[in-house]
């Protein structure tokens, strides 16, 4: 079976944002896109919520095991990462770092045996000196592109969560800007963070 569309097998599973009822897929690579399946009623959302969760862990073993260089060689040239997308009246929060010459969704690299969770929510506080509460993280999809300012070939993975966080956004010391993006917005950020604007503007999240 082609990589991309052994990726898109398991990423198929609903998302709800907090304080909605909207479901959302999860979606595939660049090169291959993934069918959305929508509950009927909202009702029938929020009993699906339970299962699609643990389906959301699913995809992220699988995404371990087929990512991971202990057991794919190949995954040694995909960049693995995380990220948070954080929305409000229809912006996304956007940073910069010093040096950077696009904007990227905040987020970052795992270190050693990190989670996906305890990653995220260290280099959030790292970058915007906020704590995400780990209990309102929601996974949203996987989106993978060539990496940006890599040799050709050489891909980015991120792996996308919403959640609520404490304390007051504020810029740390290798952060040199942040910022408020709309879709018009698109082409000062990196490839794998068009990918998510363009599902986040399908979803009608962002104008």
């Not at 052994?6 to 909207?22: I, K, N």
């Not at 050693?112 to 704590?131: G, K």
Request: net charge negative; charged share 20%.
């Amino acid at each position: 079976m082609p990589r991309p569309l052994l990726l898109a097998s398991f990423r198929h599973a609903y998302f709800a944002p907090l304080g909605s009822t909207t479901a959302f897929p999860t979606v595939a690579t660049a090169s291959a896109t993934s069918t959305p399946v929508l509950g009927a009623t909202s009702g029938h959302r929020l009993r699906q919520r339970g299962l699609l969760a643990a389906l959301g862990h699913i995809g992220q073993a699988a995404h371990h095991f087929f990512f991971h260089p202990a057991y794919n060689p190949a995954a040694m040239s995909v960049i693995d990462k995380l990220a948070w997308l954080e929305i409000q009246d229809n912006r996304i929060l956007l940073t910069k770092s010093y040096g950077k010459d696009k904007f990227y969704i905040p987020g970052g690299k795992r270190e050693s045996e990190e989670t996906d969770e305890q990653a995220l929510i260290r280099e959030i506080q790292e970058e915007l000196t906020v704590l995400i509460d780990k209990s309102t993280l929601q996974f949203i999809g996987i989106f993978e592109a060539q990496a940006h300012g890599q040799p050709e070939g050489i891909l980015v993975q991120m792996t996308c969560y919403t959640g609520c966080y404490q304390g007051q956004l504020k810029a740390s010391a290798e952060i040199e800007e942040i910022t408020w993006f709309s879709y018009a917005d698109k082409d000062q950020v990196v490839g794998v963070d068009k990918l998510i604007f363009d599902h986040l503007k399908q979803q009608g999240l962002l104008f």
